[in-house]
Nanobody, 119 residues
Framework: QVQLVESGGGLVQTGGSLRLSCAASGRTFSNYVMGWFRQAPGKEREFVVRISWNSGSTVYAVSAKGRFTITRDNAKNTIYLQMNSLQAEDTAGYYC????????????WGQGTQVTVST
């Protein structure tokens, strides 16, 4: 089992920045591909970004590319999502997730942290 706890969400003005964190515990964190997803009210959950176990590979959604940056610190069992130039459409609950197989589904999910961007 892997437990994931997100933090760092909050209220920010348009154009502002936030850094989300996701702390993992349980099985060997460094073995897992980690990702961030988000879900806005009334919408389906959508992929934001993922990072490979050794940080050698990242994949960003179009909406995140150029504004968001994912990093991971395996020594701290934590991943981060730096979000810049936030817009109203970025308002959502943000969830981190972990999976053991790069091509498989995500096995573990956190409870989420809310990001609200005010205009």
């Amino acid at each position: 089992q892997v437990q994931l706890v997100e933090s760092g969400g909050g209220l920010v003005q348009t154009g502002g920045s936030l850094r989300l964190s996701c702390a993992a515990s349980g099985r060997t964190f460094s073995n897992y591909v980690m990702g961030w997803f988000r879900q806005a009210p009334g919408k389906e959950r959508e992929f934001v970004v993922r990072i490979s176990w050794n940080s050698g590979s990242t994949v960003y959604a179009v909406s995140a590319k150029g504004r968001f940056t994912i990093t991971r610190d395996n020594a701290k069992n934590t991943i981060y999502l730096q979000m810049n130039s936030l817009q109203a459409e970025d308002t959502a609950g943000y969830y981190c997730a972990a999976k053991a197989l790069a091509a498989g589904p995500y096995d573990y999910w956190g409870q989420g942290t809310q990001v609200t961007v005010s205009t």
